[in-house]
């Protein structure tokens, strides 16, 4: 018998599936992709199309500058067929619009996370396991030490630190990722303590997700804020533009933030342990779940996490992808 | 009232040194008796000593955490703190009781005497009742220091302001208060009675000199001394007796008896401030020689034969019981040469740092490039009319140290770093060439930028073959330059040389792997 060929492989172009004549977050421009979510690391300018679920799009818009021909939404869990191959979008809970995307051929199964955490976050779809035989995973928090407390707790926290600073006449100020990120704190915070405002590269985002701003304020050159919570993108971090918010108290809001030393090394004063990555943890349960038989590890610390599941009994290895990096510096 | 472990949290998250002062004094004020001991204790980078090895401790968390113990190695590799790995694998739930350290204290001193499994009992019960914060910092106490980015002398302002006691004297109770029991904010307050304290004064520490010693002003208005490669000490003779300690304000008379001998001859009521050598002949030798006498318990008399030591004076803190410290520097070598010449003690044994004549600083330059010849590592510089003035004050005091050796060095190995440097690889070592091969002669952890380091650590990732366990091989292609003050023949390295503080001076991005230095440069180094 000889092997047949892989429903899905890497190629130079990104993680592809011969069969359809498809690619799955390329990582160069390609004719046909398919979009796990909008961070840049999975969604990259240049293809020729782009399918993916539908919160997706605005954001496909908005920062690859894609045009609504080029683009195509799906529901989850609605079906599609691409040369006889049957694909799917499924909730993966790890930023609003983000999917798992089933490819299934000849009764095999495939499912690629992309990044997903297993923790509802109060904006995103939760991560739905799916059953497959093949299970392509991130991992990047696929060490024991990390290991998530309730995200209630972390919020709880956050506003204590606010409310300290605001009483000692200092701003707030938290770095979040515009996409995401932004979102799930927008989404928590305690309105009442005092002034939000919002990066303008957070605000487009929201506005293109449809979210209500309305209560926020959107950062401007003359815009003074004691007191205030800042919501900026990490970017902004470090420049010019916070010092017009100067006193203030600098916040990040990270599953990193979880190591002391890479806490000290970003410079941040307050570091709170939120993460829209899965935690090693949820990894391993949403390995089990799927009931896969095969997983490929695609990002973060994968070398010890596929050591971990063959321990119990998983065939598991490494792919090598341009996906997030080894270990440091967080994918979005 | 705060315990323990959130004052360690709150100061390692303020850069602001006047925080920390208040956060300290705030906890000393409050803190229950033999606490507060304990407290300073740790707080000024004191250890407890270790009831269980790193190793064990590794085992303990495995087998607690479930973990295998190859995983743990990775998290920590991750992590880059042993304490904090197993606070996040083994915690267990907070009693919600106010930690005490005393009691802390007195767990991690009772495992000395127990047996190994009742120690890795004990350690495993007290993991179960304590938060993940808690138990890193039970883990640092466990480990060894707190290094929480606290000096000695914050620590001693903080307790002056809880004290109400000015620094100078907090600082002198300190060290004449040798047991910790007996360290109380009453007790630091008091005035330590004359004689019987045979506690040295604060050391007067120096500052690298960065800039052109020409900015330092006129030549005559400074003292040149060599800078000599040994320890740096006090011998403090009060009250019949001798004491001889180091700047780490260790008492380290018992290593040293030859000097407690010749010490006795010294007048009644005197410290002097200099640096123990070992002797090469008549001649102050490496401090390689020094090393051999150093962290024994015991003295043998071959030993003492073998490598004998020697003391350089170069100042003198009290003469006559009296406090010499607000005198010019000038004032006090003229003191220290008359008591040294009336001691009638061998040059050998106890002689005055000479003062190294010089009219221009062009000439002193030139000089120091020779220091090494002279069993020196370069100039100290002190301002003639210096004050004595304990810690690291800027401005009168400056250590200009000869060029150190280098050589070029090509990049084989990595290592995760730790603290600050967690996750990434910051921990190299270097290798020169030997007949086609590169064999390893130096590590080296510091001397690269920021940006720098973020470089080499991609560069790292990206060019390693071998991803398990904590050392990286990595392809040999990037050359840095090595320096290190001192280099000696050794059997037990494969390169044949042992090199002493080496450091990263630059990356040669221009040089090829293929044009790094030889072993034979580094032998010629030896002679």
């Known amino acids: 018998m000889f092997a047949r060929e892989p429903l899905l492989r890497v190629t130079p172009q990104g ?45 496909l818009r908005l920062r690859l500058g894609a045009q609504p021909s080029q683009l195509q939404g799906v529901d989850y869990g609605e079906e599609l067929f691409i040369n006889g191959v049957r694909f799917s979008f499924h909730p993966a809970g790890h930023v609003p619009g983000s999917a798992q995307i089933l490819a299934e051929a000849d009764g095999e199964r495939w499912v690629f996370s992309g990044d997903y955490k297993t923790e509802s976050d109060g904006v995103s779809r939760p991560f739905e396991p799916v059953r497959c035989d093949v299970f392509i995973s991130e991992c990047t928090f696929g060490l024991p030490v990390f290991s998530w ?18 009483a000692a006449g200092v701003s707030s100020v938290v770095c979040a990722y515009a996409l995401g990120k932004a979102q799930r704190l927008l989404a928590h915070l305690d309105r009442s303590v005092g002034r939000v405002i919002v990066h303008s590269s957070v605000w487009e985002v929201c506005e293109a997700l449809g979210h209500d701003l309305s209560g926020f304020e959107r950062a401007n050159s003359d815009i003074r804020a004691q007191g205030a919570l ?20 600098l916040a990040s809001l990270s599953g990193w933030m979880a190591i002391r030393g890479m806490r000290r090394r970003r410079g941040v004063e307050r570091g709170f342990v939120l993460s829209d990555h899965a935690d090693f943890r949820g990894l391993t349960d949403a390995v089990a779940a799927t009931g896969a038989s095969r997983v490929l590890l695609t990002h973060g610390y994968t070398a010890p996490f596929s050591r971990w599941l063959c321990e119990k009994g998983i065939d598991a290895r490494e792919l090598d992808t341009a996906f997030g990096s080894e270990d440091g510096e967080e994918s979005p | 009232m705060t315990d323990f472990v959130s004052l360690y949290f709150a100061l390692s998250e303020t850069s ?248 006795q001859k010294l007048p009644e009521g005197c410290v002097l401030d200099g640096e123990i050598v070992a002797l090469d002949g008549d001649e102050p030798a490496a401090f390689s020689r020094l090393q051999q006498r150093l962290n024994r318990k015991r003295i043998s008399i071959t030993l003492l034969k073998q490598i004998p030591v020697g003391f350089i004076a170069y100042d003198l803190l009290e003469l006559n019981s009296e406090d010499l410290r607000n005198v010019p520097l000038g004032v006090r070598r003229q003191k220290l040469a008359a008591i040294l010449e009336k001691a009638g003690i061998s040059k050998r044994d106890l002689r005055l740092s000479p003062e190294v004549e010089f009219c221009q600083w062009q000439q002193l330059d030139r000089m120091r490039e020779g220091a090494r010849e002279n069993g020196a590592e370069g100039f100290m510089l002190k301002s003639r009319d210096s004050l004595y003035i304990g810690g690291r004050k800027r401005g009168s005091w400056w250590k200009w140290k000869a060029n150190p050796y280098s050589v070029d060095g090509v990049l084989v190995y990595a290592q995760r770093g730790h603290g600050r440097r967690a996750g990434l690889f910051t921990d190299y070592t270097f290798a020169v060439w030997k007949d086609g091969e590169l064999v390893p002669f130096a590590k080296a952890y510091s001397g690269l930028t920021d940006s720098e380091i973020r470089e080499v650590d991609a560069f790292v990732k990206a060019h390693t073959k071998e ?50 230095d030889t072993v034979e440069t580094l032998r010629q180094l030896t002679s």
């Not at chain 1, 390609?30 to 020729?48: E, F, M, N, Q, Y």
């Not at chain 2, 903080?158 to 360290?183: H, P, W």
């Open chain 2, 16 to 263: 602001s040194t006047s925080q920390k002062v208040r956060l300290l004094t705030e906890f000393f004020g409050a803190a229950p008796q033999g606490e507060l001991g304990w407290a300073v204790h740790l707080l000024r980078g004191e250890k407890l000593e270790r009831g269980l090895s790193s190793s064990q401790l590794r085992q303990l968390c495995a087998e607690v955490s479930g973990i295998p113990p190859w995983l743990l190695e990775e998290s920590y590799q991750v992590v880059g703190d042993l304490a904090e790995t197993i606070s996040k694998l083994a915690a267990g739930k907070a009693s919600g009781e106010r930690v005490s350290l005393q009691k802390w204290v007195e767990l991690v001193r009772s495992l000395r005497e127990a047996p190994l499994d009742e120690r890795m009992a004990k350690v495993a019960e007290a993991w179960r009742h304590m938060s993940e914060a808690e138990s890193l910092v039970f883990n640092k106490l466990l480990t060894g220091g707190l290094r929480i980015g606290v000096s000695r002398g914050l620590v001693v302002k903080a307790l002056a302001a809880a004290a109400g006691a000015d620094e100078a004297q907090v600082s002198q109770r300190l060290l004449s208060l040798r047991d910790v029991r007996e360290i109380s904010l009453p007790a630091l307050a008091e005035q330590g009675s004359g004689s019987e304290n045979m506690a040295p004064y604060p050391f007067c520490l120096a500052h690298p000199l960065e800039a052109e010693p020409q900015q330092l002003g006129e030549p005559e208005e400074w003292i040149a001394e060599w800078k000599w490669d040994g320890i740096r000490a006090q011998i403090v003779r009060r009250g019949g007796r001798v004491a001889v300690w180091s700047r780490g304000e260790e008492l380290v008379t018992e290593s040293f008896p030859e000097l407690e001998l010749l010490s």
């Open chain 1, 149 to 166: 407390r309730p995200q209630a707790e972390v919020f709880a926290e956050l506003h204590e630190w606010w409310r300290r600073n605001q």
């Open chain 2, 467 to 516: 991803r398990f366990g904590p050392v990286r091989p990595v392809e040999p292609q990037l050359v840095f330059e090595i320096g290190f003050e001192g280099i000696q023949a050794s059997r037990r390295h494969k390169s044949g040389v042992a090199v002493r503080f080496p450091r990263i001076l630059r990356w040669r991005k221009d040089k090829p792997a293929s044009e790094a």
């Open chain 1, 15 to 59: 993680l592809y599936c011969p069969r359809a004549d498809v690619h799955i977050d390329p990582w160069q421009p390609v004719k046909r992709a398919l979009i796990t979510h909008a961070h840049s690391d999975h969604a990259r300018p240049d293809c020729g199309s782009y399918l993916a679920q539908r919160e997706t799009l605005p954001i």
């Open chain 1, 230 to 249: 800042v919501v900026a993108p990490p970017a902004a971090a470090g420049g010019a533009w916070l010092n017009r918010f100067s006193p203030y108290s």
